[in-house]
Each structure stands twice: as structure tokens, then as C-alpha cells.
């Protein structure tokens, strides 16, 4: 599904704050696969997971995404593709607080380039939060909601398009050690039912939950294991 080439990211290059943050970047992750990438802060791994989920571009290299260059595409195409075969959870849930579950999850349907009705929106959402286990509480404001509850109500909106590949940001970062063996056993679930999905983390126990590991240090692969 994903190929990565030499790929290269800097900030502010000649300047007194620039920095190479990727360099020289290469791996492949296949479909149906659960991958972490692992660093500790600074390594460059979020900034790896936010090119692969398209919302931030690469200097050089190449990035393929089911054999298409993502880098010759120009924002309305990478747009697209976030929105057709992509789900993306943030470190830090990302919810709107004042909305109910069901309204959060819902959200990325109202920006999506297929037209639905209400109808078949509210039914989209809803299955995505059955998904979750937090069905239940689709009427609830996500203010009123647990930890644990917010991030699977973040892993819902990540899937209510039904993604082919679910991008994840310290899903667990947040959590308690125990909501953060529920979350990886959630998102193990949703693996084997067919999504392919990279795990962003700084957590030992969480990157050994899956099939692979790639080890990025100082913003190189080090190791993939």
C-alpha cells in the first residue's frame, strides 16, 4: 500500500532555526498490516505520519500510495485521497467538546465529496461508534465523556469512512495503562476485520503490540523489526 524512497523533510532551511527533520527515509507498509513507528520526541515520527496521511508534503524522495506519486499531487487531490481512503486519530483526541459523540463523528461525513442524507450519515456514525463499543453513548456530550471514552469516540470518527488504512498519533499517550491495553486491543480488532494501520508512539509496550516496528532516530530509519 505505502512506499517510501529516499523521502527528505527540513524546516526553514539556511535560516537559524532550520532543520532536517527526515532524511533519507525508506520503508513499505503492506495492506493489512498493523506497523508502529517508534522514537522518542523530536525523532521526526509525527512528522513522517502527517506526510503519509497527506496533510503535510515532502521536500524530495518519493512516497507512493497504491502506486500513485503522492508528491505530484496537488492539494485538492491529496484532499481527496485523506478523505476517501484515509482515517486519521490525533494525540489529543481532536473532539469538539460541546458536541455529542455522534455530531463528532459524523463531522468528517459533512466534508466528504460524496453526497449522503442526514439519514444515512447519522446510520454511518452510528455503526462506526458500535465499532467502538460507545454506541451507547451517541447522545452524550463528549465533555462528559472518560479518557478512554474520548478515544474511541476519536477512533470512530477515524473509521466512519470506512478508510482503507487508519493513521493513529500516541493513540494511547494520554491513557492510563490500563484504557491503553483496551485501545490496542480495539484497534487489533479493527485490524484483523481488514484496516491497515500505522501507529505513531514513543511506547515500548504499544509498538510491540504489532506486527511490526520501524525505528526512526534523529530522523532516520534505524531499524524495522
Given at each position: 500500500m505505502i512506499e517510501i524512497k529516499n523521502l527528505n523533510k527540513a524546516y526553514n532551511l539556511g535560516e537559524e532555526n532550520g532543520c532536517e527533520v527526515l532524511k533519507g527515509i525508506n520503508l513499505t507498509i503492506h495492506d493489512g498490516e498493523m506497523t508502529a513507528i517508534m522514537g522518542a520526541s523530536g525523532a521526526g515520527k509525527s512528522t513522517l505520519l502527517h506526510i503519509l496521511s497527506c496533510i503535510d508534503r515532502y521536500d524530495n524522495g518519493e512516497y507512493l500510495l497504491d502506486g500513485e506519486l503522492i508528491g505530484r499531487m496537488g492539494d485538492a487531490r491529496m484532499a481527496e485521497i485523506r478523505n476517501e481512503k484515509m482515517g486519521i486519530v490525533m494525540q489529543d483526541f481532536a473532539l469538539i467538546e460541546d458536541f455529542t459523540a455522534l455530531e463528532n463523528v459524523m463531522m468528517p461525513l459533512d466534508f466528504s465529496a460524496k453526497k449522503r442524507r442526514k439519514k444515512e450519515k447519522r446510520n454511518m456514525a452510528l455503526e462506526a461508534l458500535e465499532a467502538v463499543s460507545m454506541k451507547e453513548y451517541?447522545?452524550?456530550?463528549?465533555?462528559?465523556?472518560?479518557?478512554?471514552?474520548?478515544?474511541?469516540v476519536a477512533i470512530a470518527r477515524g473509521l466512519v469512512n470506512r478508510p482503507e488504512i487508519l493513521f493513529a498519533d500516541e493513540p494511547t499517550g494520554a491513557l492510563d495503562s490500563v484504557t491503553s491495553g483496551e485501545i490496542m486491543k480495539l484497534l487489533r480488532t479493527l485490524n484483523e476485520k481488514g484496516t491497515t494501520m500505522v501507529i505513531v508512539t514513543h511506547d515500548r509496550l504499544v509498538a510491540e503490540s504489532c506486527d511490526r516496528i520501524i525505528k526512526i532516530v534523529d530522523g532516520r530509519v534505524q531499524d524495522i523489526a
Open positions: 451517541a447522545g452524550k456530550p463528549v465533555c462528559k465523556l472518560s479518557g478512554g471514552q474520548k478515544q474511541r
